[in-house]
């Protein structure tokens, strides 16, 4: 059971905008960034989105994040195949001192 | 270029002992906060550990807290895993990344170990 909570599958059109959310609670969530790992079958993960909203270079601006409280999604708009991987949220937690990360989604490009 | 290459992984025996070693590349090392991730087969990613610049501080996932330790030697450019009192739970893919505790900006191409008899 992860620490912060995450829908294991998504799926959507290319085209489409699909959003994948990302609950946890004061210790984490709600007092610290949260920040967003893509992983394409087989690779490691690379850093999608930082501190809640904020793309590293070289992540196109489809893709974007938002935060409330101790829940933030990311949103992915224009959906391509290329975008079907796994999605993790991740974020500090004060009360266990570690960082944890969102179980997973799975985002299938139908 | 940022470079990561992990090595040192294989078969361990429940209860053996293991040292993960990543060498870094590419970026002044000394300067940067480390951190090891791990992911068990078909499952998702599992925070491990996190080293500061200097090495004196240190953070644990609580379930390794005890029997891993991290630690780094930034005139080899390298940081390590010592793992002990390995457990089946502990077969994973080990991956070295670059940064503090959720910011992993470069991430190396992992090492799978495996705790099997």
């Known amino acids: 059971q992860s620490v912060l909570t995450q829908p294991p599958s998504a799926s959507g059109t290319p085209g489409q905008r699909v959003t994948i959310s990302c609950s946890g609670s004061?210790?984490?969530?709600?007092?610290?960034?949260v920040y967003w790992y893509q992983q394409l079958p087989g690779k490691a993960p690379t850093l999608l989105m930082s501190r809640n909203t904020q793309r590293p270079s070289g992540v196109p601006d489809r893709f974007s994040g938002s935060k409330s409280g101790t829940s933030a999604s990311l949103a992915i708009s224009g959906l391509r195949s290329e975008d079907e991987a796994s999605y993790y949220c991740?974020?500090?937690?004060?009360?266990?001192?570690?960082?944890?990360f969102g179980g997973g989604t799975q985002l299938t490009v139908l | 270029e940022v470079k990561l290459v992990e090595s040192g992984g294989g078969l361990v025996q429940p209860g053996g002992s293991l040292r993960l070693s990543c060498a870094a590349s590419?970026?002044?090392?000394?300067?940067?906060?480390m951190t090891w991730v791990r992911q068990a087969p078909g499952k998702g990613l599992e925070w491990v550990a996190n080293?500061?610049?200097?090495?004196?501080?240190?953070y644990y996932a609580d379930s390794v807290k005890g029997r891993f330790t991290i630690s780094r030697d930034n005139s080899k450019n390298s940081i390590y895993l010592q793992m002990n009192s390995l457990r089946v739970e502990d077969t994973a893919v080990y991956y070295c990344a670059r940064g503090p505790m959720a910011v992993l900006d470069y991430w190396g191409q992992g090492i799978l170990v495996t705790v099997s008899s």
């Open positions: 991740a974020a500090w937690d004060d009360s266990l001192r570690a960082a944890v």
């Open positions: 080293i500061n610049q200097g090495g004196g501080e240190r």
């Open positions: 004061s210790s984490n969530i709600g007092s610290n960034y």
């Open positions: 590419g970026f002044i090392f000394d300067s940067y906060r």
